[in-house]
């Protein structure tokens, strides 16, 4: 196969990369994947708090991500939505020894008073994003939801660990929880819970791996990966599939991770 879009004609790279996101959007994802963390429990509100948690740490080692998931069940006591609504200030003491990288408990203290908030005063995760969904993408949003997040008491050094795209982030870590929660659960990966969100109003979480590939496939040619570059792969993935462009996350995930000798 090319190793370039400017060896495929358009309805040849749209064979090619959707023929990669069937192949890699199947339940073998997720063994190596941190959605196999939510994919431990059933109920809405559990997957939606341990998955917000886990993308937000989701950089780094993925087997130490997926640990450090496993950590994070254990210490809201196997049940995260009961944990969060119903703490009390002994509670959250073993919060204040878990670490991944520089998110530390302090952190995750924070994160948890925080969901209590959004659970008991703003309807809940989903309709945050719900609420203000955008005509063309969910990036606005993303930034009104960390203002509320962080309308509670908090510490200037914990808003770092959640990005804001009208500063020119790619807020590929959210931008991932959304795909997760958004995207249909056919195959047996992302879990299709928000059923009032377009899937095709979804952003590609954008990292050094996909957007490696990406600029190969001719599919973005902006050299950082930020909110410019991620708007403007937004608009040649949603050229492919208008309707649910981010499955395409799964190809070029898949490619960067399994067929480096295509690159």
């Known amino acids: 196969m090319a190793k370039s879009s400017l060896k495929l004609s358009k309805s040849e790279l749209k064979e090619f990369i959707d023929e990669k996101a069937n192949l890699y959007e199947s339940p073998k994802f997720i063994g190596t994947d941190p959605i196999q963390i939510p ?5 809405k509100e559990d997957i939606e708090i341990i998955g917000f948690l886990v993308a937000t740490i989701a950089w780094g080692n993925r087997k130490s991500i997926i640990n450090n998931g496993n950590k994070l069940i254990e210490i809201l006591d196997n049940d995260p939505y009961d944990f969060v609504l119903n ?6 003491k073993p919060l204040h020894n ?3 990288r520089t998110f530390n ?7 948890v008073e925080s969901l209590k908030n959004i659970y ?3 309807g809940g995760l989903e309709l945050i994003f719900q609420s203000q ?5 969910l990036q606005p949003v993303i930034s009104r939801f960390k203002s509320i997040f962080f309308e509670i008491p908090h510490t200037t050094r914990t808003q770092k660990h959640i990005s804001d795209p009208l500063k020119n982030s790619a807020a590929k870590r959210i931008n991932m929880f959304l795909r997760w929660m958004v995207r249909p659960a056919t195959a047996g990966v992302d879990f299709g819970l928000w059923k009032n969100i377009s899937p095709g109003l979804l952003s590609c979480p954008l990292d050094v791996h996909s957007g490696r590939i990406a600029r190969q496939l001719g599919l973005l040619t902006r050299v950082q990966n930020d909110a410019k570059a991620v708007a403007e792969l937004d608009s040649k993935l949603r050229k492919l599939d208008p309707k649910d ?3 395409y996350d799964f190809a070029l995930f898949g490619l960067s991770a399994f067929e480096k000798d295509l690159f």
């Open 39 to 43: 994919h431990q429990f059933t109920k």
């Open 87 to 92: 703490h009390g200030a002994d509670d959250l």
């Open 98 to 100: 878990f670490v991944h």
């Open 105 to 111: 408990g302090s952190d995750l203290i924070t994160f």
């Open 120 to 122: 008991l005063n703003h």
């Open 133 to 137: 969904n955008a005509n063309e993408d």
């Open 245 to 247: 462009p981010v499955k």
